[in-house]
């Protein structure tokens, strides 16, 4: 229950402030978006394979109805959390400076600051244990989220670009959800 409860108040979250940016797709496909895209997805590729070697299933079998959903749900809820995260972030840097550099700046470190605690707090409590602590590939998780991070706050930051994430995010939690195997029914 608590999951869903995080993406009910995630989606209010979402649909009250990200209305705009839910429902309209910035059309602006220049050279710059097209590359940030492209390596987004080049990092979500090694993600999953980080991830896939550096985790287990403890025997858990697969729950299909878990795995759309918690892809879907997760992918767009938690996306919603993560710029509301950074919106405040740049809010706050706009009160002292106008310069984008540190709006950016201001907006990733909210943005890394919600990711930490959202994952420290909630999904390892709610998770079932599956990190391999023997990985050889195990060192290069967190540089991998750090740039998961950053070409998603750049993909706001420059382009309001909400719908992308959706469906990059999902990609991460699918790897997440195969390879984790939890159920979200019980």
Avoid: C
Wanted: charged share 10%.
């Amino acid at each position: 229950m608590k999951i869903f409860a995080y993406w009910f108040i995630a989606i209010v979250v979402g649909l009250l402030f990200f209305r705009k940016e839910t429902f309209t797709f910035n059309a602006n496909f220049d050279t710059r978006r097209k590359v940030l895209l492209s390596l987004s997805l080049l990092i979500v590729a090694f993600n999953a394979f980080v991830y896939t070697n550096s985790t287990y299933d403890g025997g858990r079998p697969l729950d299909i109805a878990s795995v759309l959903l918690f892809t879907v749900g997760n992918g767009i809820a938690e996306t919603f959390m993560f710029y509301a995260a950074f919106v405040i972030g740049e809010k706050l840097v706009g009160f002292a400076s106008k310069n984008s550099m540190a709006l950016f700046i201001g907006g990733f470190v909210f943005f890394m600051v919600y990711s930490g605690l959202i994952h420290g707090l909630f999904w390892i409590e709610l998770l079932p244990e599956h990190v391999n602590q023997e990985s050889p590939l195990k060192p290069l998780f967190m540089p991998t989220q750090i740039l998961i991070a950053g070409s998603w706050a750049l993909s706001f930051f420059w382009y309001r670009d909400l719908p992308s994430v959706f469906v990059l995010h999902g990609l991460v939690d699918l790897t997440m959800i195969l390879n984790v195997k939890f159920s979200l029914f019980g």
